[in-house]
């Protein structure tokens, strides 16, 4: 087993106190009991503790601590003592001792480079797309998993980081102004990446766009003068960030993007079904790469991660190759083919339902434009309602009709609130069916596809587009 923390690491971490005998160790810190394998220590966060969406679940981990032994946790970490049977370290509140023990760990860790990555869209993406660069040049890296990129997430991702790592790639990410700020702090970033501005959560901010870009700035708050900033040149908010930037001390600051001056510069993107190959230049030299992912928004993503391995000295062929290993993420692109009826072409659908802000919408829509329906098939687009758009929802919605036409799609399906707009936008001879929630779509699919459709399912993750994804795999032979 590959040593994460022993006792006396975890006691000295978190001025707990231990009950029980100190001579283990343990391989992992999980808060999810669901989660826990045979090494792993159980921490039980309370309800209150991290993100609203956490609070309203009215979840206690105290009450998973059985379900935690039950799947093999060596030890449990809680704030009052428990009637268990293995050893337990009690401390005044378990979310702080997360925090202690990133902070622990982000101190104790031969960090070569700590790389923060945050934007409006393209966050997750990125992160795994950096990861796998760096792996790819033979750095031993940490990174997060799954979208965990809050006030929960950040310090879960950095107590699981071990001291040999090199590299650590921490995904952050907020709804309001303030929250990257402590999250900055905690991982002291010496590269920080933006992925791109939008106007995701902008019915959280009075100030409009411009504080979005202080928000999403704020990753430059736990840097010091001898940290690097990676930025999209491509985006109307780029100066404002290098503004941000230079004020928080940071000098070394680069691009990336289509734009000519781009210190990572986009060449070309030749698309097939479902990957493309690119052409880049990075700081004046030419490369070529696979990514079995598709669009130019995808391609310009993949230049950050490869403009980070070349500031840091790093091979960046071995880094462009390892990309030929990324698939896409659940939800956020997977393709794959259903089909429906013995002897006809199957259903390609496009699985990028986990979330939706209008320019990851509009680029869904236009890769969806580059691929070829077989036989009768048709390109239709069921898309959920993008969320916190506030007083924009009306313009943004409407604002998806042209891309929509313009990649020449036969059909939309709609649901939520503010989804009324894109589907009113749209001619009456390709408007499909409009409902209120994704349940009450995903019973329609039954009548609505044939085989050989291309299907793409989008939208934000409160409106739960994933039911009509299951639909559609649920037509399976």
Not at 102 to 123: C, D, E, F, M
Not at 261 to 284: F, P, Q, W, Y
Not at 286 to 299: E, K, R, W
Request: aromatic share 6%; proline share 3%; glycine share 8%.
């Amino acid at each position: 087993m590959t040593v994460l923390y022993n006792c006396n690491d975890i006691i000295t971490a978190t001025k707990g106190q231990l009950i029980g005998p100190d001579n283990w160790s343990v391989k992992r810190l999980v808060m999810d009991s669901r989660e826990v394998q045979s090494g792993d220590i159980f921490i039980a966060l309370k309800g209150e503790a991290g993100t609203e969406k956490y609070r309203t679940s009215g979840l206690d981990g105290h009450d998973f601590v059985p379900s935690a032994i039950d799947n093999g946790a060596v030890a449990v970490i809680v704030d009052h003592e428990m009637d268990v049977d293995i050893p337990q370290i009690i401390v005044e509140n378990t979310f702080q001792a997360m925090q202690d023990l990133g902070k622990h760990a982000r101190n104790r860790a031969t960090l070569k480079q700590s790389i923060a990555i945050t934007g409006s869209v393209g966050k997750t993406t990125v992160r795994d797309m950096v990861e796998t660069a760096f792996r790819g040049a033979d750095a031993i890296t940490h990174a997060s998993v799954k979208s965990y990129n809050n006030m929960i997430g950040v310090p879960y991702t950095l107590a699981n980081m071990h001291e040999n790592t090199q590299v650590g790639v921490f995904e952050i990410g907020m709804n309001h102004a303030g929250e990257i700020t402590p999250l900055s702090h905690q991982v002291r970033p010496n590269i920080a990446i933006i992925t791109w501005i939008s106007e995701q959560h902008i019915e959280n901010f009075d100030n409009g766009m411009g504080g979005i870009v202080d928000a999403k700035s704020e990753i430059f708050e736990g840097m010091n003068a001898h940290g690097m900033a990676i930025l999209p040149i491509d985006n109307d908010y780029y100066d404002a960030l290098i503004s941000n930037a230079k004020a928080s001390g940071i000098e070394k600051i680069y691009s990336f993007g289509k734009h000519e001056k781009a210190d990572a510069r986009l060449i070309s993107a030749t698309h097939n079904d479902g990957s493309m190959t690119v052409e880049a230049c990075i700081m004046g030299g030419t490369i070529s790469y696979t990514l079995n992912v598709m669009g130019d928004h995808m391609a310009v993503n993949s230049l950050s991660a490869l403009l980070a391995v070349k500031v840091t000295g790093r091979d960046v062929q071995k880094a462009a190759k390892a990309f030929s290993q990324i698939k896409p993420l659940e939800g956020r692109g997977t393709i794959e083919d259903i089909v429906i009826k013995d002897g006809e072409p199957p259903v390609t659908l496009i699985d990028d339902s986990y979330n939706a802000a209008p320019i990851a919408v509009e680029m869904a829509l236009r890769n969806l434009g580059k691929m070829t329906p077989k036989g009768s098939g048709r390109r239709i687009a069921m898309i959920g309602r993008m969320a916190e758009l506030g007083d924009y929802a009306k313009a943004m919605h409407e604002n998806l009709a042209p891309p929509f036409m313009d990649a020449n799609i036969d059909l939309i399906y709609c649901c939520g609130a503010d989804s009324e707009y894109l589907f009113s936008a749209i001619p009456a001879d390709r408007q499909g069916v409009i409902t209120d929630t994704s349940n009450e779509l995903a019973n329609k699919v039954h009548d609505t596809v044939r085989p050989g459709d291309i299907i793409l399912v989008k939208g934000s993750f409160g409106i739960k587009m994933g039911k009509v994804v299951n639909a559609i795999r649920a037509l399976s032979k």
